[in-house]
């Protein structure tokens, strides 16, 4: 054989290979589909177990650190302290849908040994794929601007740093992460999880203290309802803030680093493992955004608040949010907050570190040493967090909170609808497909999305225009261009949705000597080294060891 068979007999480093003999090797029981060595990956057992979870557990908990992050913090707050329990919906559907979707990232690279960043390179042409990234980019910033934002908050609360002093501070705290993670990344994500924890318990204390109205909250929980265009914005916020987009990309590159059975049924275990893994993590990410939402809720809700409290709540965000714990923890509420906010936006730096690093490896085949892409994302998200607080306080950067999330939100159909259409694809998934109850679901979903951030833009753009005091021929003018913006965005999600898959990206299964090159196609070079990026660049990403880059390549 010529072409890229040449180059993967050559090569000295494992690679993505499958061929008519597959080079002599035996392709029995417990075969992965990649093979690496010297690489810390967990492997799985061929023998069927339960006890396998064990060894799943792990990417689905650190995809659910985004879904407590500042961000749904503020989403959260605001949520409760304005419109109480109505829009606990929101936060039910939008866990739901994330436990699907989250589930089908996995799949994805279960199934096809590569994930999401690197299908779409694979899939779409040059120029579609280099927008994709771009956006797929700006996610990755938008969610970093709670993280900067809340680490802000956290210092002013600790230590009475202004904001803006905070803001800068953040860019340090990137460094002293990476630094910490040469002692391992999984004891410095139970450090995090643990400290998270502290305010989830907080929260639910208070909720005990606090006693919510069981029948109002049933009622927002399974009542849909948006009064006015304000809650339809949060809305979109809390939306933003549950599915988020860079985390379909972590989601799928995270399962492989594990060594999966390439065995039919050892792919469905898989699957059906971080399933559950996916439900346990998300499931307690739910349980602490309807806490802080029925906290807030039931605090700024009550009728015998001092004039003080009730300011806070007219205009509340995450550097006046410790009020709400006073009934658990006294003068020690404003310090206990700080530190799980500082510990909340710094273990989200570790999923937006990772998501940038899979993006940039997958989109561009491009891989940065870890504290420069870190910093360069960090540094896109102070930017505008600084101008906004020094220009408006500690208010507006609470804002800029709800923008950035709304953004998310925005963004989520670009990188949700290629998932559904390469794990809706046979050529890509063979039997593992979604089945239609699935697809229904899913597709559903993903219009919801679309409906609801389309209407939230057509009524706000409507009421800016009418309202802003501009000229008739400006409004003219700021009509079209407003309106044709809408139109590239519903027109370019259509594409994606009408557009169909021509790569084929066959899963390898134990005894298949017919299978191809999973996701090459030979027709051009760089197509076609797709099919060859070696693993240990998801394994060493997400299981930092003091490696050179040279060991790397």
Known sequence: MSGPMQRSSNSSQPQFITSVE?????NGPGTPLIDSIDVDQIVIPEKNS???????????????????????????????????????????????AALIIQSLAARLGVVTGKHLAEHCRAEYPKATNFILWILAELAVVACDIPEVIGTAFALNMLFKIPVWCGVLITGLSTLMLLLLQQYGVRKLEFLIAFLVSLIATC??????????????????????????????????????????????????????????????????????????ESAFALTIAFLINISIISVSGSVCGSDNLNPEDQMNCSDLD????????????????????????????????????????????????????????????????????????????????????????????????????????????????????????ISVITWGIGSFIVVINTYFLITSFIKLLLHNGLSTVSQVFSGIFGFLGMLIYMAAILYLVFRKNNTATLPLLEGDSTVRIAG??????????????PREDISSMQLPQQRSASDLD
């Open 22 to 26: 597959r080079n002599n090797q035996s």
């Open 50 to 96: 339960w006890k396998n979870l064990f060894s799943y557990i792990g990417p689905g908990f650190l995809v659910s650190i985004a879904y407590i992050d500042p961000g749904n913090f503020e989403t959260d707050l605001q949520a409760g302290a304005q419109y109480k329990y109505e829009l606990l919906w929101i936060i039910l559907i939008a866990s739901c």
């Open 203 to 276: 929260f639910l204390v208070e909720l005990g203290y606090s006693k919510p109205n069981s029948s109002e909250v049933a009622r927002g929980l399974f009542v849909p309802e948006l009064k006015g265009n304000g809650a339809t914005g949060l809305a979109i916020s809390l939306l933003g803030a549950m599915v988020m987009p860079h985390n379909l990309f972590l989601h799928s590159a995270l399962v492989l680093s594990r060594k999966v059975p390439r065995s039919v049924h050892g792919i469905k275990e898989a699957c059906r493992f971080y399933m559950i």
């Open 318 to 437: 995450l550097n006046k949010a410790s009020f709400l714990l006073k009934n658990v923890l006294g003068n020690w509420s404003s310090k206990l907050f700080a530190v799980a906010l500082l510990a909340s936006g710094q273990s989200s730096t570790i999923t937006g570190t990772y998501a940038g690093q899979y993006v940039m490896q997958g989109f561009l085949d491009l891989r940065m040493t870890p504290w420069i892409r870190n910093l360069l994302t960090r540094s896109l998200a102070i930017l505008p967090s600084l101008i906004v607080s020094i220009i408006g306080g500690s208010s507006a950067a609470g804002k800029l909170i709800i923008i950035a999330s709304m953004i998310l939100s925005f963004e989520l159909p670009f990188a949700l609808v290629p998932l559904l259409k390469f794990t809706s694809s046979r050529t890509k998934m063979g039997q593992h497909t979604n089945s239609k109850s």
């Open 520 to 533: 090459c196609n030979t027709d051009t070079e760089g197509e076609g080294s797709l099919g060859y990026l």
